[in-house]
Structure formats: structure tokens, C-alpha cells
């Protein structure tokens, strides 16, 4: 405003379930805003309505976010082929508490995560019991509580040789045999006391009651002074290579924008590097583009290993494939993992069941 003084901004704060009812039905009504902001399933559930526009031909052919965002990431925002977001990254990392390591004699070569069966014995090592009962357990499971099972189901199935979720036709694999056997060791370890499931509200990585998290460096820095109270500094584990879950968010430009040019100019001026280091500076905001790097990372070990993960060797749940049906399905899914947590349910069994539930939704 003080560049341009003929221009007021006014700035409406919403709730994320009141954002997205409010833009489903500016949508309808055709008032739906020029450049809008979507989550994961609502990126996947508004690819399907058609409300997106296409970019491809209204960025320049030389526009440098071509060479200087991973290709994962823009693979990550087009819909059959065509490129109809630019995104706002975020992975899914494992963080874990130092000091309970260093307590628990915890050596660098646990912390050399290759497979399942190593993530799997360190958060045995990670846990404390005293009397035959858990005082603190090696891990933190996501559960439907934190609408996010989905997410170590994924990161342990590929470090079991899974594939992605579905293919690019969406058919589904998510009974793959990798996926099952993720599932299964993750409920041994749940019956031996060493995994905490979480509750509502309550994430026990920050209550001392729980060494390690899936989370993201936006999700832990808030915590970490209330970490450091604890005794705990925290540390990120590097994952085995294409086990690392590439998320975000995704700005899209509406296909009814009476000025898709100036919505598109908008659009690129948000994933500039300037506007990309003002939010980094500003606000922690991870950039999707490789050369301001530094500017997020800025000599914070913790930012270095998350930025690098998302960068290199991220990958998506359909390998890029957007999944229109998400929001249809995902709950079915949810409940079926956790059947097997909290039921007792076999874990191909539940997964199994699953697939005709899916296959239902997307018509096949």
C-alpha cells in the first residue's frame, strides 16, 4: 500500500473448514476470487469441479521457476499433464528428541535409517519403560485424531518397496504388499509398548510421553521451546531415499478470473525469489525454489535436512498424479488402517476391504 497508494488492502481472517465452504461456494455463485489457496485434498477435489486454469500458456517459456523448482514439485501441481498450480511445499520428516537418544545411548548408526527394520529398532531403543510399563515410547503415531494416517502408512510402505497409493489411470495399490507389511510391523511394535497412538488434541511429543513425531519443521518450531523446558533438543532423521512424502499447499488461479493474465503475473510474483524471501524471512515459510536455500536455512540444521529432503528425493502419493477423489475416500481409508490399531484387525484384511470401497468411488 505505501508503493501504491491508490490500492487498500483488506485482510479477512478465516478458519481452514470456514475458508474452503466460503470458496466452494464463491465458486457456484461465480464469484470466486482471481488467486486462491488450497490444502491437499481440496487441490485434488477442485481439480475434478474444473475451477483451476490452466498456466501453461499464460507463464513465459522462460520464466526461471523452471529451472529453479524441482520438478517433483511442479509435477506436483498439474492435472492431466497440464500445469494448473505453483506450490508451497511441505514434507513429512521423522524428528526425534536428542537428549532421549544421548540417554538412551542412541549411536549415529541408529540413527542411519535404511529401512522399516531399522526405524523400527531405533524407536525401540528410543523407548524408556520402567517396571515393565512405558514411560516414554520410542514414537508417536498419527491417527484418524490428527486426520493424517495416511501419512506413515505411506513413508513406512515405501520403506517396505511399496509403490505410490494409486497409478496414473487411479487405479489403486493400496493392498500392495509393501503397504501391508508396513502396517503389520507398525502394529507389533504398537503391541510391545513402544508407540503411542495419539488422542485429540493431545500430541505427545511435546508432553514428554513420546521421542519421536512425523511432523513438519512449520508443526515443531513452534514447540521448541516448550521442547527445550523438557530437556529436548531436536533433530530430523533423514529418511531412506523415495520414503520422503512431498505435501503442500498449492495457489491456483480461478478459470473464470475476468483478468487471468494479471491473476496469473499475481501468481508468479508470489513464487518469486523476492516474495519467496519475504515469506521465508518473515514467516518460516519453505520455499519451493532452490536458490534461496540458504535464505530458509540460514545455518539451521533442522531446516537444512527438511529443505534438502523436499528438494532431491521427495516423492507424492500417486507420483504426481492428482487424485480428484481424495476427499470421497480418505475417510474410508483412515478408518480402515486404524482398524487394525485399535481392532485388531489383520492388516490385509483391512486393506483388502478398503480396495472395494475405493474402486466404488472412482468408478471402477
Not at 34 to 56: H, K, T
Not at 153 to 174: C, H, K, Q
Request: some cysteine; hydrophobic content about 40%; overall charge negative.
Amino acid at each position: 500500500m505505501a508503493k501504491n497508494p491508490n490500492v487498500t488492502v483488506n485482510i479477512n481472517l478465516y478458519s481452514w473448514g470456514e475458508y474452503f465452504t466460503k470458496l466452494s461456494t464463491s465458486f457456484v455463485g461465480g464469484t470466486g476470487p482471481d488467486v486462491y489457496s488450497l490444502g491437499l485434498g481440496q487441490y485434488y477435489a477442485v481439480s475434478r469441479n474444473d475451477y483451476m486454469l490452466s498456466l501453461d500458456n499464460l507463464i513465459p517459456q522462460n520464466w526461471d521457476g523452471y529451472t529453479d523448482i524441482s520438478q517433483a514439485l511442479l509435477d506436483m501441481c498439474k492435472v492431466d499433464g497440464k500445469l494448473v498450480a505453483l506450490p508451497v511445499p511441505e514434507g513429512r520428516a521423522i524428528f526425534y528428541r536428542k537428549d532421549i537418544a544421548r540417554q538412551n545411548g542412541v549411536t549415529d548408526a541408529d540413527l542411519d535409517v535404511k529401512n522399516l527394520d531399522d526405524f523400527i529398532n531405533l524407536a525401540k531403543k528410543m523407548t524408556i519403560k520402567e517396571n515393565g510399563k512405558t514411560v516414554m515410547a520410542g514414537f508417536e503415531l498419527n491417527t484418524v485424531a490428527g486426520n493424517s494416517t495416511e501419512q506413515h502408512t505411506f513413508i513406512f510402505g515405501r520403506m517396505e518397496g511399496a509403490d505410490w497409493y494409486w497409478r496414473p489411470d487411479l487405479s489403486g495399490n493400496f493392498n500392495a504388499a509393501g503397504f501391508v507389511s508396513g502396517l503389520k510391523k507398525t502394529k507389533t511394535l504398537l503391541d510391545g509398548g513402544y508407540v503411542l497412538l495419539q488422542t485429540p488434541g493431545i500430541y505427545y511429543f511435546n508432553t514428554d510421553a513420546a521421542a519421536m513425531t512425523i511432523s513438519t519443521t512449520a508443526g515443531i518450531e513452534p514447540q521448541l521451546a516448550q521442547l527445550a523446558e523438557l530437556g529436548g533438543e531436536v533433530g530430523i532423521i533423514p529418511l531412506p531415499k523415495g520414503s520422503n512424502l512431498l505435501m503442500g499447499q498449492y495457489y491456483a488461479v480461478n478459470k473464470s478470473s475476468k483478468q487471468p493474465q494479471a491473476a496469473v503475473d499475481f501468481l508468479l510474483y508470489l513464487n518469486s525469489v523476492e516474495a519467496e524471501t519475504i515469506l521465508a524471512e518473515k514467516l518460516g515459510q519453505t520455499p519451493n525454489r532452490k536458490s534461496i536455500a540458504d535464505v530458509y536455512t540460514s545455518g539451521n540444521p533442522l531446516r537444512k535436512v527438511y529443505f534438502d529432503s523436499l528438494m532431491n528425493d521427495a516423492v507424492t502419493y500417486g507420483n504426481g498424479t492428482a487424485n480428484p477423489f481424495f476427499l470421497n475416500w480418505i475417510n474410508d481409508f483412515r478408518i480402515a488402517v486404524e482398524s487394525v490399531y485399535t481392532d485388531g484387525k489383520d492388516p490385509q484384511k483391512a486393506l483388502d476391504d478398503f480396495m472395494p470401497k475405493y474402486n466404488a468411488v472412482i468408478g471402477k
